[in-house]
């Protein structure tokens, strides 16, 4: 498995088949990151609309557990009405009940249509059905999520983009405060750039300044919150973001980096380094490092233990029932800082 998907072409290449004249009949598109695969399918979209020659053309379809290939194969071996091409948009074929038979199609597929396919899924096998045709002809593209330094540069370059300075140290703050969802990232990103005037560049003293003015609750609030052992206010950040843009996965996952961090704190103060010195042994930026810093509260071993249990439990519950995410919430900030 590890060695049919290193072989599958990124979406981040995508350009590279797009040129004019040039175009595949299916794009298949697939991966965890939606952020992207969104972006993707805007972007092929806008450059094969010139040989749509009709508004009748042009469709969207959304899958569901009741809907079949036969669908989009009637669908793009119909003629176009016009004397271009077609263009169909089909989201969510993981959703199809039997992929298998769509194999036929990419095999053959019509000169007069352009399939641009989504698929919500970590991986796909290709030694199997339609995924080993897809990647035999050459027409399918993974949307891996970004992490880490590769995130980072993503991030680097969208500033630039919106003719905004952000270092490489700067982006891992970001990163590190607002968490790895691109769409939160770019959010903030325009949020600098509408409170930014004469200069361009985004420091870390203004992400957090711009952060805590243009969203009142974080989960770098909520990180310090809980540092403080602050149960109150812990409980009303938590409520407003499951309110806002936030689930209750993205809180868990936010919160575990942070135990670990702390736990990782206390592993560094036996050293005789720096904060800069040990924040790079932590694979941290100093910023965020030396906050973390500040949870004296949590930073007791016995106490991280438990928040550690707590985090577990809460994400065992989110994937094993069906109870209302602020109860899941309200119970873990109460095993935390009981």
Do not use: H
């Amino acid at each position: 498995m590890s060695k049919n998907k290193v072989n599958v072409e990124t979406v981040y290449n995508i350009s590279n088949y797009l040129k004019d004249d040039n175009f595949l009949p299916i794009y298949f598109l697939y991966g965890e990151d939606d952020y992207t695969i969104s972006k993707t399918v805007k972007f092929i979209s806008k450059k094969v609309d010139p040989l749509v020659t009709v508004d009748f053309d042009r469709e969207t379809l959304s899958m569901n557990n009741k809907s079949s290939v036969s669908q989009i194969v009637d669908l793009a071996s119909s003629f176009p009405f016009g004397d271009g091409k077609k263009i169909i948009i089909i989201k969510g074929f993981e959703n199809c009940n039997d992929k298998p038979s769509f194999a036929s199609y990419v095999q053959n597929p019509t000169d007069f249509t352009i399939l641009i396919i989504t698929q919500s899924s970590k991986s796909v096998n290709t030694r199997n059905e339609p995924y080993k045709s897809l990647f035999n002809k050459g027409y399918l593209f993974e949307a891996s999520e970004l992490k880490g330094q590769y995130l980072q540069q993503w991030l680097v370059k969208k500033a630039k983009q919106e003719e905004m300075e952000l270092s490489s140290e700067s982006a891992k703050i970001l990163t590190e405060m607002v968490g790895q969802n691109k769409a939160l990232l770019e959010m903030q990103l325009r949020k600098f750039r509408d409170y930014l005037k004469d200069s361009r560049e985004i420091t870390p003293e203004i992400i957090e300044s711009l952060t805590s003015v243009t969203k009142e609750y974080n989960i770098f609030n909520l990180q310090d919150a809980l540092g403080k052992g602050e149960k109150g206010r812990s409980l009303e950040i938590g409520y407003n973001l499951l309110d806002g843009s936030f689930d209750m996965m993205f809180i868990i996952s936010m919160l575990t980096k942070f135990v670990s961090t702390l736990m990782k704190i206390i592993e560094l103060r036996g050293k005789r380094i720096s904060d800069k010195e040990a924040a790079s042994e932590a694979n941290l930026s100093p910023y965020y490092y030396s906050n973390c810093k500040r949870a004296t509260f949590l930073l007791n071993e016995k106490r991280l233990m438990k928040a550690a249990e707590a985090l577990l439990n809460a994400d065992i519950k989110l994937k094993t029932t069906s109870a209302d995410q602020k109860i899941i919430f309200t119970i873990l900030i109460a095993e935390i800082l009981n």
